[in-house]
């Protein structure tokens, strides 16, 4: 079996510009197949992203979240969750990741609506999935779930099924609503 | 439900008073889907939308966390449920990246087609439905009725009309007959003239193209620091395909161009959608000739697809995969790693961010649904329009609620 090619490989060369222009220890990189991924602490994601496009001319096209609760082989120094952001070069159709970890008390990130627009609904549904609060979102609302609704269903302590939910809402009749 | 209107800093408080606000959906004929939009209006302007999703949330990507790779592809079938096919090469290009299949020439060329086949799907649907939307009836009949076809190659391929569900680990469901080809021979002789009908009716329509030039312009740049991609990136002189610049599958054997437009109105994106299945009709061509011969699942002995029923029943290696695949804890193992795969979807990257755990049942599934991220433009290319644009450009941008709110 081969491994299949979806899209190029980052080369190392513009890897090697990024790592010269950021300098050391801003990001460590993992990689799977082609996929190349930059782990960037929260605190410089906002710097890292904005010299991505106006240097790199990286653009977002991907953000969602993932909650690593119990994840075998994790170790439990590592962030519960990790937020991903998939940048993608329009003119040399090279591909790069960002991940940012966040751990449980405190779920916060830095938003990224003023890099790239884009990130603003992508960034609300992650909230509204998991609770992660994106500082300076301009609109940080749940999107998909009821206003009203009290947990974060994308969490793996959120059970698939059971009764519960439903109970909580308030029940409307036509004569009161 | 009470939904907080954003403040709008350059109108004065005392003039709100002349300002309306009308609740456009969540059931509303010309939105064709369920989403609800909150319009503040002056006079028939609209000062600002705010769109409200969520009530077709029934979490697809909560059920993919506790579905078997194989089991999840009913799901994704209903997620864009204009062109099911598509989401299932998406879903399945993902899952066998992350597994690192190598599928069959045959199985490549099997998947394309049934791609494209749900690319005209789509497109036929969204340009029949934005005339719809704008008065002209019949060329929405006319693209409707060539559906029919398209739905008659699935259940001949398949057996289902709607969500074929036809893709597997590895493979597809069944191998394409003579009769699914010949069906699909049959659909790419009939699709020139449709689009040629359809084209006399709209192109020289002066109602429809008034209503539809200039209206909802997207300029390159918020395209891309919006993340728009497929027709509607293309429409704004955004010229990305993952067919051409990150070929997967066997796209790189084609011959296809890739249409675009750099007006970014609603009547660029339209040309660009007919232009479209022209090109997708000539892939089928080009993929229905060149169709290799051999096997269409990798071979048995691989541990990940499922046997056809003459292996299951006439082999005892046949029998023991069948057993292995279908009895719970048991199964081929997946690699503890993640992957992010995307490809071309009718209308933008559809891609998937997979994270598996060592199980047959994925970690996490993330889709990332191009509806979801095209609606939020919506906002920025409807403010200081008239009421009546509404639907010309929600029709543009091609919003399927189920995709949008999964």
Redo the contacts between chains.
């Keep these: ?4 090619q ?3 490989p980052l080369p190392d060369a513009t890897l090697a510009r990024i790592r010269k222009r950021c300098g050391e220890g801003v990001f460590s990189v993992s990689s ?2 082609d ?1 190349l991924r930059l782990y960037v602490p929260g605190s410089k994601l906002v710097e890292l992203a904005t010299i991505l496009r106006d240097e790199f001319g990286f ?4 953000l ?4 690593y609760l119990g ?3 994790r170790s439990p120094a590592s962030h519960r969750f990790e937020v ?1 952001y ?1 940048l ?1 070069n ?1 003119d040399t ?1 090279e ?1 790069l ?1 960002l991940k940012s970890g966040v751990s449980d008390p405190d779920p916060t990130l830095p938003t990224l609506v003023p890099v ?7 960034e609300r ?1 992650v909230f509204d ?1 998991y609770g992660i609060v994106f500082q300076g979102h301009p ?1 940080l ?7 009203e609704f009290q947990s974060f ?2 969490r793996k302590d959120y059970p ?1 099924r059971g009764r519960g939910e439903r109970h909580n809402f308030e029940r409307v009749t036509r004569e009161d609503s | 439900m009470p939904v907080n209107l954003l403040d709008e800093p350059d109108i004065q408080a005392e003039n709100r008073d002349y300002h309306w606000t009308l609740n456009f959906g969540p059931q509303h004929p010309a939105t064709h889907t369920t989403l609800r939009l909150v319009l503040e209006l002056e006079g028939e302007t609209i000062l600002n939308a705010i769109p409200d999703i969520g009530y077709l949330h029934s979490g697809f990507e909560k059920l993919g966390e506790h579905l078997n790779l194989n089991q999840y592809v009913t799901v994704v079938d209903r997620k864009n449920y204009i062109s099911p096919p598509m989401n299932e090469v998406a879903w399945h290009n993902a899952v066998e990246k992350l597994l690192e299949i190598e599928i069959t020439p045959r199985c490549k060329y099997i998947r394309v087609m049934i791609g494209e086949l749900a690319r005209i799907s789509d497109h036929l649907l969204c340009t029949g439905a934005a005339a719809l939307d704008l008065g002209a009836f019949t060329a929405f009949l006319f693209a409707f009725n060539l559906r029919e076809m398209i739905y008659d190659i699935y259940e001949e391929m398949s057996g289902y009309r709607f969500h074929p569900g036809y893709t597997r680990t590895g493979g597809v469901m069944f191998d394409f007959t003579e009769r699914v080809t010949g069906r699909i021979e049959k659909f790419l002789v009939t699709l020139p003239k449709i689009l040629a009908d359809m084209e006399k009716l709209l192109f020289r329509n002066k109602i429809f193209i008034e209503r539809m030039r200039g209206v909802g312009v997207l300029s390159k740049a918020d395209a891309m620091a919006y993340c728009a991609s497929g027709p509607i990136a293309r429409a704004s002189g955004v010229t990305y395909d993952l067919r051409k610049d990150e070929p997967y599958l066997a796209y790189s054997d084609f011959e296809f161009d890739v249409p675009y437009a750099t007006e970014g109105d609603c009547y660029a994106r339209f040309h660009v959608r007919m232009e479209e299945m022209v090109q997708s009709a000539r892939i089928l061509r080009q993929a229905l000739d060149k169709l290799p011969s051999g096997p269409v699942n990798v071979p048995i002995a691989d541990k990940f697809p499922m046997p056809d029923k003459g292996t299951t029943y006439g082999s005892m290696e046949g029998l023991i995969q069948h057993f292995e695949l279908v009895m719970p804890n048991r199964g081929f193992q997946t690699p503890k790693k993640e992957v992010y795969a995307a490809v071309e979807g009718p209308s933008g990257e559809l891609g998937y961010y997979l994270i598996c755990d060592g199980t047959q049942v994925a970690w996490r599934t993330r889709t990332r649904p191009p509806a979801f991220v095209h609606f939020q433009l919506f906002p920025h290319m409807i403010k200081n329009h008239m009421i009546s644009d509404i639907v010309a450009v929600l029709g543009s941008l091609n919003i399927i609620a189920a995709e949008l709110d999964r």
């Design positions: 079996m081969t491994t299949k979806t899209s190029k799977h197949l996929n653009h977002l096209t991907e969602g979240g993932a909650d994840y075998p082989g991903h998939v993608l329009y159709a591909r990741i790239w627009l884009g990130a603003g609904w992508m549904e999935m609109d609302r749940r999107i998909l779930m009821p206003e269903p994308l698939l």
